[in-house]
């Protein structure tokens, strides 16, 4: 049990000097096999990952394991064949463990920099949201602006502010992004985000406590007050004028307000007249929808906030096709991340059609007019190869001869398994091109290739740009 305590804070200490990619990649699962006075053997899942961990994170992981334990002089790596083993209790599981910290650094990053003053004393917005990783399009573009405008003159500039749009296009994104600005920009502001559904619970239970002077007092405390989704408040007349009143108080005393609904003002028929009227003070803006190109740059962002390879084709055609909003595009791209995760199948663009029409996106199968087929065309094993030559930077001599050095293996490999697997080359076949190799060579090699990409992350986005540059 000490080796697992001990290996856990090595682990800890990694986590913020390395990248989180690579960390997630290369560590996988690490065992503490041996400890001597001055060295420690770790056990790691496959002699792959233990090259790795050697090449590029041995000063690293030795710089943490000396904070753990100061008279350590030296580290070393082994294939640890009991790693998987339940009853193993010297092995960690370096994915969990990331994931576990983040949610531990998250809570006490609220705790310690209570980074909104929110007026019901929790955080409730989403940090991640900012002006700068919100996509602008022509339909959004005034918007945008008068946001951008709001953040630098609080209470002065477009006040207050009304945002309306259809569901799902980014207004919630825009109003969050909004206050983290704000708050980044002037600290000694409170800045509140809630949403009607929030604000009605809240007065609710003031009405049942007999404390609603306490809570309109909380509000008169703020000086920046947001609020989204106000289209819940129709026909809950009680607290539209507990609103009214609030925002009269806030908007005497010059703080400012930005307020979202899912349709302009003119067209709330279940708002009383007194507080639409109060909405139409300021500048009233909407959000349109997304044209192909914003939705294909939307798609593609996501993608990298989430780490995820996604090929052009495929998102080119799920732009074209998922039209209404971002949270749909959002949905479908989640989808083939859980499908990726769960079965190692990368993205490929007839699965995505077939999957798109069974959810009502398309009618046709590749029914894109966006969509173009790719305009390479493989003729003979010759283009793979080359296609592999090329992406690695090595000659293609190297990839068909004999040679053991790591340089040429992995090319080699791959050139073996793109033939058995996407042009259905026999193993014999394979095995003439390569200066003749046998049945049970060619066979490890594909074998020893699908194990790897399994494992390490970026070798299967090399193996999936090869595939893209030839079409396949």
């Known amino acids: 049990m000490e080796k697992h305590y001990k290996l856990k804070n090595i682990l800890l200490n990694l986590i913020s000097d390395i990248k989180k990619q690579d960390f997630l990649v290369y560590f996988r699962k690490i065992s503490i096999i041996d400890e001597t006075e001055n060295k420690v053997i770790f056990g790691t899942v496959s002699s792959f990952m233990k090259d790795n961990l050697q090449a590029k994170f041995y000063d690293c992981i030795l710089k943490s394991t000396k904070q753990e334990i100061p008279t350590i002089e030296k580290i070393d790596f082994i294939v640890d064949d009991n790693i998987d083993?339940?009853?193993?209790?010297?092995?960690?599981?370096?994915?969990?463990?990331?994931?576990?910290?983040?949610?531990?650094?998250?809570?006490?990053?609220?705790?310690?920099?209570?980074?909104?003053?929110?007026?019901?004393?929790?955080?409730?917005?989403?940090?991640?949201?900012?002006?700068?990783?919100?996509?602008?399009?022509?339909?959004?573009?005034?918007a945008y602006s008068a946001c951008e405008a709001v953040t630098r003159n609080p209470g002065k500039s477009y006040n207050p502010l009304y945002i309306y749009g259809d569901v799902w296009l980014g207004k919630t994104h825009l109003l969050q992004a909004t206050g983290n600005e704000i708050f980044k920009k002037f600290k000694d502001k409170k800045v509140a985000y809630t949403t009607a559904?929030?604000?009605?619970?809240?007065?609710?239970?003031?009405?049942?406590?007999?404390?609603?002077?306490?809570?309109?007092?909380?509000?008169?405390?703020?000086?920046?007050?947001?609020?989204?989704?106000?289209?819940?408040?129709?026909?809950?007349?009680?607290?539209?004028?507990?609103l009214y009143n609030i925002f009269n108080l806030l908007y005497d005393a010059n703080k400012q307000i930005v307020i979202s609904w899912d349709r302009a003002p003119k067209e709330l028929e279940n708002l009383e007249p007194r507080l639409r009227s109060r909405f139409e003070w300021g500048i009233t803006v909407d959000i349109g929808k997304p044209d192909f190109e914003t939705r294909l740059a939307i798609l593609q962002e996501k993608a990298r906030e989430k780490e995820f390879m996604l090929p052009q084709d495929v998102a080119e055609f799920i732009a074209a096709n998922v039209t209404e909003n971002i949270r749909e595009l959002e949905g479908i791209l989640n989808q083939l991340i859980a499908e990726y995760e769960l079965t190692w199948n990368t993205p490929a663009l007839n699965k995505?059609?077939?999957?798109?029409?069974?959810?009502?996106?398309?009618?046709?199968?590749?029914?894109?007019?966006?969509?173009?087929?790719?305009?390479?065309?493989?003729?003979?094993y010759e283009d793979i190869i080359d296609a592999v030559s090329s992406h690695f930077?090595?000659?293609?001599?190297?990839?068909?001869?004999?040679?053991?050095?790591?340089?040429?293996?992995?090319?080699?490999?791959?050139?073996?398994?793109?033939?058995?697997?996407?042009?259905?080359?026999?193993?014999?076949?394979?095995?003439?091109?390569?200066?003749?190799?046998?049945?049970?060579?060619?066979l490890y090699s594909c074998n020893k290739l699908?194990?790897?990409?399994?494992?390490?992350?970026?070798?299967?986005?090399?193996?999936?740009?090869?595939?893209?540059?030839?079409?396949?």
């Open 197 to 242: 559904d929030k604000f009605i619970t809240e007065y609710v239970s003031a009405v049942k406590k007999r404390k609603v002077e306490a809570l309109r007092e909380k509000y008169r405390e703020v000086d920046i007050l947001i609020i989204d989704d106000v289209q819940f408040l129709a026909k809950k007349e009680q607290t539209q004028n507990e």
């Open 85 to 142: 083993n339940p009853s193993n209790i010297n092995v960690i599981d370096c994915t969990k463990l990331y994931k576990d910290s983040s949610k531990k650094s998250s809570k006490k990053e609220t705790i310690n920099n209570d980074l909104w003053h929110s007026v019901t004393q929790k955080k409730s917005v989403n940090e991640r949201y900012s002006l700068k990783n919100f996509i602008v399009w022509s339909d959004n573009q005034l």
């Open 450 to 472: 699908e194990k790897l990409i399994k494992k390490d992350q970026n070798l299967l986005n090399e193996l999936n740009r090869i595939r893209e540059s030839v079409g396949l």
């Open 393 to 442: 930077g090595i000659e293609k001599e190297w990839i068909l001869w004999e040679n053991r050095k790591k340089e040429f293996m992995i090319p080699r490999q791959v050139s073996m398994y793109l033939l058995k697997t996407k042009m259905n080359y026999t193993y014999e076949r394979i095995g003439n091109i390569f200066s003749g190799r046998n049945h049970a060579a060619v």
């Open 352 to 380: 995505i059609a077939e999957k798109l029409k069974k959810l009502s996106f398309t009618t046709d199968i590749l029914g894109s007019t966006k969509y173009e087929k790719p305009k390479f065309t493989i003729k003979s």
